[in-house]
């Protein structure tokens, strides 16, 4: 036993004389009747192997971070290759987009009537006296009508419709052939689908005339052209329809 000083006159016990009367304690390898001495070694043989374990974990996480950025450098460098060596295929299709433009003229219907009446009157008198007396009255009455016209002129409705027609682009890409409902990143691209502009669309045919269905879920998404994917949730309508989660 080493040779301790008192403090404040207390009465010292080495730890040797001190024995643990308790259960075995099965993850520290301590056992009933084992000294302090033999108790305090275990545990500090515990510590030290735990604290090489935590050094060899964390330079372990050092070179697999080391690895994962060299990955992602080669991953790089094999898309730079394809985009020289393979070029995707780009295909852009023409869809008819009907504006229509509808005039209407409601008929309708103009009458023009004229008429004019016209009368003249005259009275004439005379009066002579002499030895008899002789008065004279004439009156004389002319009457003119003219006859009355109607004009009706009539217009029909009428309807103008004007068609145009605008095309956008769809690229060739990948799909997963299954969902998430939040991150789709960890499911592999197996279907080819074709994808409307950037990323606004997607469609199971070249000719962008079936719709894919994403049943509003998240699926793992990509343009054969682009370096990364990313987890797009999709309508039934096949449109995009939130922000993506970039997949690296």
């Known amino acids: ?52 374990n935590v050094a060899t974990i964390t330079e372990d996480v050092t070179n697999l971070t080391e690895d994962v950025m060299l990955i992602t450098e080669d991953v790089t460098n094999i898309y730079n290759q394809l985009g020289i060596c393979c070029p995707t295929t780009t295909t852009t299709t023409t869809l008819p987009i009907t504006t229509t433009t509808t005039t209407t003229v409601q008929p309708t219907t103009t009458t023009t009537s004229s ?18 007396t002789s008065t004279s009255t004439s009156t004389s009455t002319t009457t003119s009508t003219s006859s009355t016209s109607t004009t009706t002129s009539t217009s029909t409705s009428s309807t103008t419709t004007t068609t145009t027609t605008e095309a956008y682009v769809l690229y060739e890409g990948l799909i997963s052939n299954t969902s998430d409902f939040s991150n789709a990143c ?25 719709p894919f269905n994403g ?31 970039l997949c690296l």
Request: with cysteine.
């Open 115 to 132: 008429s004019s009446t016209s009368t003249s009157t005259s009275t004439s008198t005379s009066t002579s006296t002499s030895t008899s």
């Open 215 to 245: 049943s509003n879920v998240y699926w793992h998404l990509q343009k054969l052209a682009d370096i990364n994917s990313a987890s797009f949730p999709i309508d039934a309508s096949g449109f995009i329809t939130g922000p993506a989660s």
């Open 186 to 210: 960890l499911l592999p691209l197996i279907d080819t689908v074709w994808i409307e502009g950037n990323y606004v669309r997607v469609f199971t045919d070249a000719g962008g005339t079936i």
């Open 1 to 52: 036993m080493a040779n301790c000083s008192q403090i404040n006159n207390t009465t010292i016990i080495g730890t040797s004389a001190v024995t643990y009367d308790g259960t075995q304690l099965p993850c520290t390898d301590v056992n009933t009747c084992d000294g302090l001495n033999t108790i305090l070694s275990k545990f500090d043989a515990i510590i030290c192997s735990v604290s090489a």
